[in-house]
Structures are given as C-alpha cells and as structure tokens.
C-alpha cells in the first residue's frame, strides 16, 4: 500500500503537538511535577514499560468485555425497542434517565456489590456503552422508508419479514457509528472504575503514580489510554468500512 | 376487478379530523389500464392505500376480484416517486425481493433459485437493464433506478400494478422513454394497472380512461375513456385529438381546484 500525503498528516500533527509541548515546557520553565514534557513523558514509559504494558492488559480486556455484554444487550434492546412504538415510549424515559447518571456515582455502589477487582470495571464499561448502541440501532430500524414498508405490506410482508429484509440490514451504518463511540467510552468506564478501587488497570497504576508524585508515570498512564482507545477506534472503524461499505458509496444515490 | 362504493376515509390528523376522501366511487376492469388525476392533496395517494388493504375505508367498501378488502391484498405490485431500492443489495437481489416475501414463491425460491433467477434477468432485459443486473442501484442513474422499481413490482407477475407518480421526479426524455416501456409491460403481461400521476399527458398516452378527482376531500368526478388504438406510438402525443384530450382534462382539474 502506498503512502499518501493525506495518509501522513495525522503523523505530522501529532508529532507537532508533542513538539510545541516540548517547546512550552522549556520555554516557560514549567515544573515537571505540573506539566512533564514528552520527553520525560517518553523516558517514564520505556522505564515503567512493564508495569505500563500489563496495567494496559487489564484495562483492554475489561474495557473489551464490558463493551461486547453492551454490544450484544444494546443489540437485542434496540431491536426491541425499534419493533414496537409502544415499547419505545415506554422505556425512552428510563433509559434518558439512567443514561443521565453519571457512571461516577455508580461505582462505589458496584464496589459495593462485587468488591474490588475486574467486575466493576467491566460493569462500568459496560453500563456506559450501553446506551448509544441502544438508540443507534432502534433508531436505525425506526427510520425505515414508509413506502418500502407499504411495498412490502402490499406483498404479504409479516412485521417479521420487513424488520429481517430491510430493517436489520439497514441499522448497519447506525450500529457501527455507535460502535466507534461506544468502545472509546467503555475506555472512560474502566479507567473510571480502577481509578475508584481496584488493584490493577491503567486508572489504578496512575492513581498509585500520582500519590507517588511521579507525574511522568502518570502522563504516560494517559498516553497508553489514547494509543488503546485510537486502536480500538481504527478497528471498528475498519470493521465498519467492511460490513456496511454500501452506506459510504451510496451517498451519490438518487433515492434519498 | 376493483371496485370503491362510496369510500370516505377520515382520520385523526393533528389539526382535528381529516377527510382525505368522500364518497368516492370508481371500477376498475380486469387487465385495464386506469389513470387518477386531480390537484395536488386531493388524497390520490390514500386511495392506493384503500385499494391494496394497507388501510381500511372509515365508510364504505372496497372490493378487489369480488371480495371485501380487509387486510393487504397480496396480489399487488407498487412502485412510487423514489425508487426506495435497498443500497446494500444487487440491483438482481433488488427486483428478486419479493420473491422472498410472497407465497407461495419464497418457499420455493431456494429450491428453484436459478430459474427465479433467469426470470429475473429477463424482466430486467425488458426494461434494457439485464447488463445492469449485479451494479448496485446507487451506481445507477434515476430512470435506472425507475426501471428496476418496475421490474420489483412486477416480478412476482401480480394481477394488479399500483404506480404512485412513478415518473415525477425524471426528466422528461427519462420520462418517455419509461411510458414505452411500461406500455410494452403492460401489453405484454396484461395486468391492471391503476396510475396515480399529477402528469395529463402521461395518463393521456397510457391509460384506458382517465379518472379526475376533485379537490380534499376526494371523489371522482369524471372518467373518461381514451381511445386512441393501440400499441400507441409517442407521435400520438402530438395529435390534436391528443393536445384537446389533455386541454380538457386540465380545464376540469382548474374547475375542481376552484370548487
């Protein structure tokens, strides 16, 4: 595969931003304890590269199971939620409202329940997730075209029938929107959690730091968070370019 | 085949009751070729929906082949202004959709694939798209899209074919060219057809007669036959027969949209 240039500028700005960091830090004289400059950020990270690396482990796998009990729960209630006016009228407010809780709070109540460890943070990712996946796909099936649906009734279609030959298919482009945004927050679920209490993961390492005063080591908690969440993002992202590709090419198509 | 006697049909709009029809009244026979005209709103889009069961007449009856409409009929074919083809599917898989959905095809579609296909590919040839066959729809242009529209309708060989303004949003060469081809359809397969268009010349060249419908809340107030020979060539439509046929029709619309 060729590089272009429009394939390197992501490169180019972000290696600007570390250098400009650089600079302001020099440049004014800010404390490392305040602000560290990447390169002390950098020389944390090969330093600490096991604890950094096996933290990050336990991060991705409880971000990676909270986000695919949301997955396969956001699924099923969408679809429910999307087959029956009734069902969405009743369940939007409590899923408005449940949604509105900050998961914050919600932790030291799992905690609570499940003690300190895994479960919380899975929980949390999963809770947080959650409800994008939900309204993307019911959404998704709420917006079928009234005259295909008429086409279809015409034929003898069933309620079942349009929802497996149109509505399903069509929430596709929806639900891996909604992917790409759930899986960087069911990120913020676990980091929040082991921030909270656990006894490892990338939120617990830079809590632990941070009382250590070795900012550095915190900034480079942070710097491994947006790698795992900017490769996760790139996998969806590619999944969604694979599965639904029809919804980008479609954009010049006549039938709106 | 079809037959309104006195259908109104109100319901609960959001600024009170609307009637979209009032005693409307009208036959169609078997294997004709029945055009709708009137001014826009007068609810020729809710009497489609009367005819093929999608909604039932508050007053009234509907009867399609001698029976009471009470459900969809399952004997129609639709197409209608957008060609709503489904972006993720073959223009084939398209037009094979409701081979899917009706019976007692869908039971026997995996069985009998290639000759469903092969039927397919050939409704395609008709309308000049089976070298189109495998593009996706949003590779194709409006009048393509049309055609396949069409070819979806018709591929379940239904008895009767309901068109809702299938070519207002084509440019007028398209639009030609698509009154060929569904007159050759229609000789060609003898279905009934009932057309619903805002276009004069339209329902002029196609149709068998011609009914106008009066301003909300609707009701035929004339039917017309057209008879023109057939197979009809485009020159017809440059007849002054022709040209008082369509001047005619739109003094009556200008006298319903005044009443």
Sequence with gaps: ?256 | MIRLLDVTLSYQGRAGEVTALSQCSMNVEKGEFAAVVGPSGCGKSTLMKLVTGLIRPTKGKVEVDGEDVTGPVKIAGMAFQAANMLPWRTVLQNVMLPLEIVSPHRGRLSRDKAAYRERALNLLGVVGLRDFADRYPWEMSGGMQQRASLCRALIHEPALLMLDEPFAALDAFTREELWVVLRDLWQRLGFTVILVTHDLREAGFLADTIHVMSARPGHIVETRTVDFPRPRPLEVLYEPAFTDLVHSLRNKIAEVRQA
């Design chain 1, 1 to 256: 595969m060729k590089m272009t240039a429009e394939d390197l500028t992501p490169v180019a700005f972000t290696l600007a931003l570390f250098v400009l960091w650089e600079l302001a830090c020099v440049v004014f004289r800010i404390d490392s304890f305040i602000l560290p400059a990447p390169t002390a950020i950098f020389s944390a990270m090969v330093q600490y590269w096991w604890p950094l690396l096996r933290n990050s482990f336990v991060t991705l796998w409880t971000t990676a199971v909270g986000f695919l009990l949301a997955v396969a729960f956001g699924i099923a209630l969408g679809l429910v939620v999307g087959w029956s006016r009734a069902i969405y009228r009743g369940l939007y407010p409590v899923m408005i409202g449940f949604n509105s809780i900050p998961k914050v709070a919600v932790v030291p109540i799992l905690i609570m329940w499940f003690g300190i460890g895994e479960i919380p943070a899975i929980l949390t990712a999963f809770l947080i997730s959650f409800f994008p996946i939900v309204v993307n796909v019911a959404t998704g099936l709420a917006t079928t075209e009234p005259e295909l649906e008429d086409v279809l009734r015409a034929l003898g279609a069933s309620k079942f029938d349009i929802m497996r030959k149109v509505g399903i298919p069509r929430t596709g482009p929806y639900l891996f929107g909604a992917l790409k945004v759930a899986i960087t927050l069911a990120f913020v679920g676990s980091v929040v959690s082991e921030t909270i209490g656990a006894n490892a993961g990338l939120g617990h390492l830079m809590v632990q730091a941070g009382s250590n005063f070795q900012m550095p080591l915190v900034f480079a908690g942070l710097m491994a968070l947006a790698i795992e969440g900017i490769l996760m993002y790139a996998v969806f992202a590619a999944l969604e370019k694979r599965m639904v590709s029809w919804a980008f090419r479609s954009s010049s198509s006549a039938a709106a």
